[in-house]
């Protein structure tokens, strides 16, 4: 989340004004993340998140925005996009699309333990049971037709050692996405990018998971080694941290068991999901957008994930 678009404060109480929810008492710019324009929105009404979308066009966003509420009536803490009088989710401020959504309680556990991973793992799996009867498809859009496409972008950017890597492990997950073991895995919409920063606790509960502008239909795998990738490393050299992913894994299926096809391919996924990041951050990085509360991510930290998830594969034994 970031500022790209400066949103004034009579735009705001236009929105409010349509979406019958009083007057405006405060409206603050979110600094972090990089793909939208974020908001603080406290109104009459109560608090809310106005995001205003940067990439992503208006024939995009129905689908993220009606997974959130189809979500949300299901039971899972995520934010509730806001309807106008004509029940529309999708508006439209300084000249963006735009969304308003409720603002979740809590904060950010950038620390967890692996209690805050067990109950990562178990609403994961719930929100994948939930979400199998959405009816709006859209592919994952950071999956592997785009990691094809931007790399090579990114590639003259990268000295050697690093560039080999980008070209091997690409080559390597377009082998896999091939093959019938991946052809089988269980499939539906995902989140796709359920880091530590997206997910809200008040102790060691959890309270809300946000930020669903990356999801997509893809497999559910994926969507689990990309937050294995996050929760469940040690940040500085990206190492696994086993009692972590074990607390979250156990969790996952004890909602949703693993197939064997799924088994079979998480070390690979594994790697999938930290190529992605990887590739996404360099591009970043290295091709970055003007935003008056920008800080790109660091892409070493992804490559150090993936270096790691190559020489150390995940083991069977975590799935014990």
């Known amino acids: 989340m970031a500022v790209y678009t400066e949103v004034s404060p009579a735009a705001a109480r236009a929105l409010l004004k349509r979406l019958r929810l009083g007057a405006l008492l405060e409206l603050r710019g979110i600094q972090g993340g990089i793909e939208n324009t974020n908001y603080f929105v406290t109104c009459e009404g109560g608090e809310f998140v106005l995001t205003l979308f940067e990439r992503l066009t208006a024939e995009q966003l129905p689908f993220y925005l009606h997974l959130m509420k ?98 091997a492990e690409l080559a390597y997950q377009n082998h896999v996405a091939a093959g019938s073991a991946y052809g089988a895995l269980p499939r539906g919409p995902v989140h796709a ?42 940040l500085p050299t990206g190492a696994h941290d086993e009692e972590r992913a074990q607390a979250l894994l156990a969790a996952y299926e004890a909602v949703r068991p693993l197939s064997a096809a799924e088994r079979e391919l998480l070390p690979t996924m594994a790697r999938a999901g930290a190529l992605r990041f990887w590739l996404s951050r360099l591009w970043d990085w290295h091709l970055p957008r003007q935003a008056s509360l920008l800080t790109p991510h660091d892409p070493t930290h992804f490559e150090r994930v993936l270096r790691q998830r190559i020489d150390h594969p995940l083991t069977s034994a975590l799935l014990a």
């Not at 009088?85 to 401020?93: A, F």
């Not at 692996?114 to 719930?126: E, F, I, K, S, Y």
């Open 70 to 167: 189809h979500l949300a009536h299901a039971g899972i803490p995520v934010p509730d996009p806001q309807a106008d009088p004509q029940g529309e989710i999708l508006h439209q401020v300084a000249g963006k699309p735009a969304s308003l959504a409720t603002r979740l309680a809590g904060s950010s556990q950038l620390a967890p333990a692996p209690a805050h991973c067990a109950a990562v793992g178990q609403m994961l799996a719930r929100m994948h049971l939930a979400a199998r009867n959405f009816e709006r498809v859209q592919p994952n859009l950071r999956a592997l037709p785009w990691w094809n496409e931007t790399a090579p972008t990114v590639l003259p950017h990268l000295p050697p050692a690093q560039a080999a890597l980008l070209r």
């Open 193 to 234: 990018d359920l880091f530590r920063d997206n997910v809200l606790f008040t102790g060691e509960q959890l309270t809300g998971i946000f930020d669903f502008y990356f999801a997509g239909v893809d497999t559910w795998l994926f969507d689990l080694a990309v937050t294995l990738n996050d929760w469940c490393v040690h």
